[in-house]
T-cell receptor, first 111, second 110 residues
Framework: DVKVTQSSRYLVKRTGEKVFLECVQDMDHENMFWYRQDPGLGLRLIYFSYDVKMKEKGDIPEGYSVSREKKERFSLILESASTNQTSMYLC??????????FGQGTRLTVV | GQNIDQPTEMTATEGAIVQINCTYQTSGFNGLFWYQQHAGEAPTFLSYNVLDGLEEKGRFSSFLSRSKGYSYLLLKELQMKDSASYLCAVRDGSARQLTFGSGTQLTVLP
């Protein structure tokens, strides 16, 4: 079974903190994605990566950065967390042209 | 850019058939996906269409018309456990980026 593991299910951080969300996949997938999911807005793509050290901006990259130093790990970084970044964050991975598998999500609350 | 539209909510009765529509305008097209997401859980893959026509998988079928920018997901013999959000997603011309619609919340009533 493909496994996409996100480091935390729930996270509470303070405004201005630097936040790291970690995602690890065990199926040697080339593509990895970070989405956020908000009521009424669906899943919106923040960043994706199609190879180690490669990254591309999605639809809403502002306030976020990413890191992919190893093929299996894709990190999302909130440089200075703000309350409007309170959301559900979903990581996914896929082979080049196959359907993405999703992790269980991290519900981040910024207070 | 990508624009994907699907109804926000639908309600149907146990045992019935329901069709969830999805229309899209995209810069390039490399396939359309349907996902199911139960509350508090991750989305799970249901179906994939890249050519025109109907793909059938048990109680679920998905249809695609590329010329019309249109797809639908058909759920037959509805069960209570089918109550979930159904997400339509389109892969762009580069085959790298997957863009999701806002999802359709389906409620199945007894």
């Amino acid at each position: 079974d493909v496994k996409v593991t996100q480091s935390s299910r729930y996270l509470v951080k303070r405004t201005g903190e630097k936040v790291f969300l970690e995602c690890v996949q065990d199926m040697d997938h080339e593509n990895m994605f970070w989405y956020r999911q908000d009521p009424g807005l669906g899943l919106r793509l923040i960043y994706f990566s199609y190879d180690v050290k490669m990254k591309e901006k999605g639809d809403i990259p502002e306030g976020y950065s990413v890191s992919r130093e190893k093929k299996e790990r894709f990190s999302l970084i909130l440089e200075s967390a703000s309350t409007n970044q309170t959301s559900m964050y979903l990581c996914a991975s896929s082979l080049l042209d196959r359907d993405p598998f999703f992790g269980q999500g991290t519900r981040l609350t910024v207070v | 850019g990508q624009n994907i539209d699907q109804p926000t909510e639908m309600t149907a009765t146990e045992g019935a058939i329901v069709q969830i529509n999805c229309t899209y305008q995209t810069s390039g097209f490399n396939g359309l996906f349907w996902y199911q997401q139960h509350a508090g859980e991750a989305p799970t893959f249901l179906s994939y269409n890249v050519l025109d026509g109907l793909e059938e998988k048990g109680r679920f079928s998905s249809f695609l018309s590329r010329s019309k920018g249109y797809s639908y997901l058909l759920l037959k013999e509805l069960q209570m456990k089918d109550s979930a959000s159904y997400l339509c997603a389109v892969r762009d011309g580069s085959a790298r980026q997957l863009t999701f619609g806002s999802g359709t919340q389906l409620t199945v009533l007894p």
